[in-house]
């Protein structure tokens, strides 16, 4: 079992940044695939970036490809999110998720642990 920890969320302007961090517990961590999904207020929730157990494959929605970047620091047990040129629809709770396995995919439903999520408000 892994637990996750986000961190990095804020409010900024738009065309700003914001790095994210996702800090997992247990000495396995490189044994699971890692993602970013994201929930806006009335909507559901929605894949934003994925990354595999060694950090050699990603994958990101239509929506944030260019703009925004994961990696992988499987000595730290973390997983990062890199948001740039941050626009007023990116707002949302954003959370990291573990998947069981080493390749990531984009449904929510195949991870089986997940974060508290973390706030990100995107200003006009």
């Known amino acids: 079992q892994v637990q996750l920890v986000e961190s990095g969320g804020g409010l900024v302007q738009a065309g700003g940044s914001l790095r994210l961090s996702c800090a997992a517990s247990?000495?396995?961590?490189?044994?699971?695939?890692m993602g970013w999904f994201r929930q806006a207020p009335g909507k559901e929730r929605e894949f934003v970036a994925a990354?595999?157990?060694?950090?050699?494959?990603?994958s990101y929605a239509d929506s944030v490809k260019g703009r925004f970047t994961i990696s992988r620091d499987n000595a730290k047990n973390t997983v990062f999110l890199q948001m740039n040129t941050l626009k007023p629809e990116d707002t949302a709770v954003y959370y990291c998720a573990a998947r069981v396995g080493r390749w990531a995919t984009v449904v929510a439903g195949s991870y089986a642990y997940w974060g508290q999520g973390t706030q990100v408000t995107v200003s006009s």
């Open positions: 990354i595999n157990w060694n950090g050699g494959s990603t």
């Open positions: 247990g000495r396995t961590f490189s044994s699971y695939a």
